[in-house]
């Protein structure tokens, strides 16, 4: 099916020279970024991808970290 879209010159550019260096297509480089992207938007995150940040947010802290657990997650998600 074909489908016609308009880009900004910017992305144009980027587009054509991506194609250039790879030997590809514009169709087959457009063809496989909509794919990924409609996987990765299917895809629901597991309960270890959602935490993954907040793992190991003790081991640069010395110390009693179970009375400080509140504060290192803090400054974890802040920084």
């Known amino acids: 099916m074909p489908i016609s879209?308009?880009?900004p010159p910017q992305?144009?550019?980027?587009?054509?020279?991506?194609?250039?260096d790879h030997a590809l297509s514009k169709s087959e480089?457009?063809?496989?970024?909509?794919?990924?992207?409609l996987t990765a938007r299917t895809q629901v995150a597991t309960p270890?991808?959602?935490?993954q940040n907040g793992f190991g947010a003790d081991e640069t802290h010395e110390g009693d970290i179970a009375r400080n657990?509140?504060?290192?997650?803090?400054e974890k998600f802040r920084g």
């Open 29 to 37: 480089v457009i063809k496989h970024a909509l794919e990924d992207f």
């Open 48 to 51: 270890y991808q959602l935490g």
């Open 11 to 20: 992305t144009e550019q980027a587009l054509a020279g991506y194609c250039a």
């Open 5 to 7: 879209i308009r880009l």
């Open 69 to 74: 657990t509140s504060r290192l997650l803090k």
